[in-house]
């Protein structure tokens, strides 16, 4: 079992929404329009519109197109947005916290009701930001999961003793998932080699920063990661598209057979990681790996801009990484749950109900006009974005629809 998911669901025993709600008149990807009755955090009942009785509260999803929620697997919550601060970061627990929790909730207002958040131990700051992200995922207790990844800096070595005594602390104090950036550490496969064997005495998932453009390092990593339970993930591996295609078609073909998911950032990159951009996504997939697809770095040191939105994500994968529509959306969404270790979400009766309904009725325009949206969380309602686009009386004899109300008019 993940470690993601070894937590009891809801996390930390708090219990899931037990009141009905209904999701009338939502448009389905295969382009059905249908009612969703959801209960106890899951959908209870899928159905024709009108055909589904409940007492409880009813959401109106006329005019929206209703989706798997999206999860982010790949975010830094210790540093996200810090990039306009005034000198230095600041590392004290309360700053870290409050900066965590707005990430997380921006990242939520977007759709990600999901998160796993890569924090760095070591140094001066010791475990510092990790106990102020495990005090922000509290907060966010029924809002979303948030889940930790202890990245310690060295890990090999005299210098590396403390950071592999660290990495074990924080286990036990709450990270989820063991981390890392071997790239950074004077021997990468012995620190890559540490990180498997704390995993392997936790049972943890293995989460690893890396360029990617050493193909002798990643057969190596593949060779030692093969059959590892319950997973390893590397990315954002930008520097493996400069690699010759028979070099990366090698690498492809040795990361799918070891099982190793693949990450990737299309929206920037990250600390840890000096090589921006996509990885070959298509090569990669047509050789069995698993890829998905995070948000890095949000408006820090590593990347001063960012939006923290998975459909952006999925955009970019799908006008410059020349996926379609649909596998650039499981990349964020069903792709990147899995590599979580989360349970699959469809809109069908028995999937848990986390759910992101946006206005527009087929995903190619969802992904290009993503702005208002609807996301459930655990069975509720936990966040609303409403857009209304207007134009000048001059445009008026056009009749352009508003974002904000299917019947409206400017």
Same mark, same amino acid.
């Given at each position: 079992m993940s470690s993601d998911s070894k937590q009891p669901h809801p996390p930390e025993g708090t219990a899931a929404d037990t009141t009905t709600l209904l999701l009338c008149g939502a448009r389905l990807t295969d382009g059905r329009t249908v009612d969703v009755r959801l209960g106890g955090g899951r959908i209870e009942a899928v159905g024709t519109v009108g055909s589904l009785p409940s007492p409880g509260a009813r959401v109106d999803l006329s005019g929206y197109l209703l989706l798997p929620a999206p999860a982010e697997p790949h975010a830094h919550a210790d540093t996200a947005l810090s990039a306009d601060s005034p000198g230095p970061v600041s590392y004290a627990t309360e700053d870290v916290q409050r900066r965590a929790t707005e990430a997380a909730l921006l990242q939520l207002g977007h759709g990600a009701t999901a998160l796993r958040a890569h924090v760095r131990i070591g140094d001066v700051q010791g475990l510092g930001p990790l106990e102020a992200v495990l005090q922000a995922r509290r907060s966010l207790r029924g809002l979303a999961d948030l889940t930790a990844v202890a990245v310690p800096r060295l890990l090999t070595g005299v210098a590396g003793a403390d950071g592999l005594a660290m990495l074990r602390d924080a286990v036990k104090m709450g990270a989820c998932v063991v981390g890392g950036r071997p790239d950074l550490d004077p021997d990468p496969i012995g620190y890559a080699e540490a990180v498997l064997?704390?995993?392997? $005495?936790?049972?943890?998932?293995?989460?690893?920063?890396?360029? =990617?453009?050493?193909?002798?390092? #990643?057969?190596? #990593?593949?060779?030692?990661?093969?059959?590892?339970?319950?997973?390893?993930?590397?990315?954002?591996? !930008?520097?493996?598209?400069?690699?010759?295609?028979?070099?990366?078609?090698?690498?492809?073909?040795?990361?799918?057979?070891? !099982?190793?998911?693949?990450?990737?950032?299309?929206?920037?990159?990250?600390? =840890?990681?000096?090589? %921006?951009?996509?990885?070959?996504? %298509? #090569?990669?997939?047509?050789?069995?790996?698993?890829?998905?697809?995070? +948000?890095?770095?949000?408006?820090?040191?590593?990347?001063?801009?960012?939006?923290?939105?998975?459909? $952006?994500?999925?955009?970019?994968?799908?006008?410059? !990484?020349?996926?379609?529509?649909?596998? +650039?959306?499981?990349?964020?969404?069903?792709?990147?749950?899995?590599?979580?270790?989360?349970?699959?979400?469809?809109?069908?009766?028995?999937?848990?109900?986390?759910?992101?309904?946006?206005?527009?009725?087929?995903?190619?325009?969802? #992904? +290009?006009?993503?702005?208002?949206?609807?996301?459930?969380?655990?069975?509720?309602?936990?966040?609303?974005?409403?857009?209304?686009r207007e134009y000048c009386d001059s445009a008026a004899a056009l009749e352009l629809p508003r974002q904000g109300r299917p019947d409206a008019r400017p």
């Open positions: 064997e704390v995993a392997a $005495e936790h049972g943890c998932p293995v989460d690893l920063h890396t360029d =990617g453009g050493d193909p002798v390092r #990643l057969a190596r #990593l593949a060779a030692m990661a093969g059959g590892l339970r319950p997973g390893v993930t590397i990315g954002p591996c !930008g520097a493996l598209g400069r690699l010759p295609a028979d070099a990366a078609a090698r690498v492809a073909d040795q990361l799918a057979a070891a !099982g190793v998911t693949v990450v990737c950032l299309p929206q920037g990159g990250c600390a =840890g990681t000096e090589v %921006r951009g996509v990885p070959p996504v %298509r #090569l990669l997939r047509a050789a069995g790996v698993r890829i998905a697809a995070g +948000s890095g770095a949000l408006r820090d040191v590593a990347n001063p801009v960012g939006r923290a939105d998975p459909l $952006e994500a999925a955009y970019l994968l799908a006008s410059q !990484g020349g996926m379609g529509a649909e596998d +650039s959306y499981a990349a964020v969404s069903g792709a990147a749950r899995e590599a979580m270790g989360l349970p699959a979400v469809r809109v069908e009766a028995g999937f848990p109900a986390e759910l992101l309904a946006v206005r527009g009725d087929r995903l190619p325009g969802v #992904l +290009s006009l993503a702005y208002s949206r609807i996301v459930v969380h655990r069975g509720r309602v936990v966040a609303r974005t409403s857009a209304v």
